[in-house]
């Protein structure tokens, strides 16, 4: 993609105002709240301004006013879940990591990161729609290349041994099976809630302490960072 198809796109994406006043900031996060609850009752496909804008009780000229399009929104509650998920990560390093037992840092991973899944809105819907929309690609790599950064650090601290590809691998497979496992928890209750939740965090204990300390995974001389 050249650099003045990128601007355009861009472009497309960037709200029409920055909410600086109050009640511009109100007004924005009405229609992030508003398309996130519409998400999860008609999905992405029957997602349109029209809707958005009839549930705001607003014409979808004041609409545009904000967002130039619903990609633009879908791109902003995108924006808002990286920001949530920074936040998230950034609490869990605040915390002696270095003394730290492995499962109880699967433990606090888990927990904090679950927190921020619970609290989207529309989540599946938005989670897709970064996958499968060209214009969104960039918040789902965004998302994988924060998640995988703040995870390899953290393994560091926690005193893991084996070389940077091989961290950056378990890093990925880390992210992979909490986002999938993630999805499903969320749409649960209870002791099954519970129980999922219990099972993912066996999951990843057995994986890392398995690999923690190889200096030399396999027979390989490195591992193909993914």
């Known amino acids: 993609m050249s650099n003045l198809e990128q601007r355009k796109r861009k472009s497309q994406l960037t709200p029409r105002r920055e909410p600086v006043q109050a009640r511009a900031r109100e007004r924005t996060r009405q229609i992030l709240d508003t398309t996130g609850r519409l998400l999860e009752e008609v999905g992405l496909n029957d997602l349109t301004t029209i ?124 992210l992979e099976t909490c986002h999938a496992i993630f999805l499903v928890i969320v749409n649960q209750r209870g002791v099954r809630s519970q129980r999922t939740q219990a099972d993912l965090q066996q999951m990843l204990l057995t994986m890392l302490d398995a690999h923690r300390n190889e200096s030399r995974p396999g027979d390989l001389d490195d591992v193909e960072a993914p």
């Open 51 to 174: 809707l958005i804008a009839k549930e705001l009780g607003v014409s979808v000229g004041s609409l545009y006013h904000y967002f130039p399009n619903k990609h633009a929104i879908l791109y902003a509650m995108g924006e808002q879940w990286l920001a949530s998920m920074t936040a998230a990560l950034e609490e869990l390093e605040q915390r002696n990591l270095e003394d730290m037992a492995l499962d109880g840092f699967v433990a606090e991973l888990i927990e904090c990161l679950l927190a921020v899944y619970r609290e989207q809105r529309g989540l599946l819907p938005l989670v897709q729609a970064m996958w499968g929309i060209p214009e969104l690609h960039e918040l789902d790599e965004r998302h994988d290349e924060l998640i995988i950064t703040h995870l390899t650090g953290m393994f560091q601290r926690l005193g893991f041994l084996c070389p940077p590809n091989e961290m950056n691998r378990l890093a990925r497979a880390t």
